[in-house]
């Protein structure tokens, strides 16, 4: 049943119905804004992820202990075939390859330069990387290729070098062997990171087997997974048979934030200014409150002395505008969050196009299209953000009626 209190509290809100309105609707506005703005900021987070991982590290990637940091060639995994088996059964896992690499001298007719030299399977390389669609210039490789390479555009042009034109690599083997050969130029990439095409070419993994007498073993395996709410699962239900494979160093499994921790920062800095801007957006319709429950006070001061004059406790007036500026702030709330997420839903469905900047997206390969990304967090975060500043606001204007005098109110009838 409905209290006494509670209906007096929706009738008074009711009053200025103009006034009502015009602060449910800043209330609604700052809603939509934060649900809309916040699945945005996740969408794209995810899709910058998925772009990231899908140039060169893969969602996750089994390594020898250690290898990610020292990057020595000895630390391989002897038996990649064991790990595939692994793998085969996931569900979650969408696409596999196998990779090895090694630091080497590469040396044109005019140049000489150190870069990245990574084996990649031709065949398993293109599910797992962006890498086919990312060649401006030439060919991706082929199963039958041996001696040709693809070489970033940066590091193309540093060397001086063309489609067909020969590149001598000299480096270590696994054995501690001399490993050189010569390899031509097949196709020259464009991925948008400098620092990837200024300083990694890219050879078939067999071939680079051979060169740098690695056998049948690999520095990783790497994979995607369907989504990447299912990376940590994945991660974690591997630790336990990677741990029972034998192998010289034992087997682990990195997700894509410990591959690339600079991109998880970047993200975080990006949150940190996006706060800022939903600070202030939650600040100005903290004002709004105010203003409008300060107003409150000071038309009703003449009703609120005779309420004290007839026996009404100062608490009693305190919890009814508690209630009104409940009543205000939950309304707002409501219908923002619920357009909110509708917008949102639309746009998560049709996404959002940038015709203009199509063609520079495209020479990063990124699509020109982007979908904001609808979650619990994003719906209630904002929402939840704005009913705590709004009820604490409320406070203040609700807390001067306990310090009204009665006699200085009853001379503003």
């Known amino acids: 049943m409905i209290s006494t209190h509670a209906k007096m509290a929706w009738r008074n809100v009711w009053r200025n119905k103009r006034r009502t309105l015009l ?18 900021q996740f969408g794209s987070y995810q899709t910058m992820i998925n772009l990231a991982v899908m140039i060169h590290t893969g969602h996750l990637q089994v390594q020898a202990k250690g290898y990610h940091e020292d990057r020595n060639i000895r630390q391989v995994i002897r038996q990649p075939a064991e790990v595939l088996k692994l793998l085969a059964p996931l569900k979650q896992v969408k696409a596999v390859t196998t990779r090895a690499e090694a630091f080497s001298l590469l040396s044109s007719q005019d140049r000489t330069y150190g870069a990245l030299v990574v084996g990649v399977d031709p065949v398993a390389e293109p599910g797992v990387s962006r890498l086919k669609k990312l060649v401006r210039r030439g060919e991706f490789l082929g199963p039958e290729d041996q001696n040709q390479a693809l070489v ?3 590091l193309a042009k540093n060397l001086k070098l063309g489609l067909g034109g020969e590149i001598t690599i000299l480096g270590q083997g696994k054995d501690g062997s001399i490993a050189a ?34 056998e049948n073993s690999v520095h990783q395996v790497v994979f995607l997974v369907k989504s990447l709410d299912q990376v940590q699962t994945v991660q974690n239900a591997l630790a336990a048979p990677l741990s029972r494979l034998k192998n010289p160093k034992p087997l682990v499994c990195l997700n894509w934030d410990q591959l690339m921790p600079g991109l998880m920062q970047s993200i975080q800095m990006d949150l940190i200014s996006g706060s800022i801007f939903y600070a202030i957006l939650i600040i100005v319709v903290a004002f709004s409150i105010l203003n409008t429950f300060l107003m409150t006070i000071f038309e009703r001061t003449g009703e609120f002395g005779v309420l004290l004059a007839m026996g009404a406790t100062r608490g009693r007036l305190v919890k009814i505008l508690i209630m009104e500026s ?58 939840l953000a704005v009913l705590l500043v709004t009820l604490v606001t409320a406070l203040y204007p609700a807390f001067k009626v306990r310090r009204l005098n009665i006699v200085e109110a009853l001379g503003h009838l």
């Open 181 to 214: 050969t010569v390899v031509k130029v097949k196709g020259i990439y464009y991925s948008g990171q400098d620092d990837f095409d200024r300083a990694s070419i890219q050879i078939p993994l067999s071939f680079f087997q051979n060169t740098y007498a690695m």
């Open 23 to 40: 602060t449910v609707m800043a209330i609604s506005f700052a809603c939509v804004l934060l649900v809309f703005m916040l699945s945005w």
């Open 152 to 154: 970033g555009r940066l």
């Open 326 to 383: 409940g009543f205000l702030t939950f309304l707002g709330i409501s219908v923002g969050t619920i357009l909110g997420c509708v917008i949102t839903l639309y746009f998560q469905e049709v996404g959002l196009e940038f015709k203009e900047a199509a063609e520079m997206l495209a020479q990063f390969g990124m699509p020109s299209k982007f979908y904001p990304r609808l979650s619990f967090l994003s719906a209630t975060l904002g929402p």
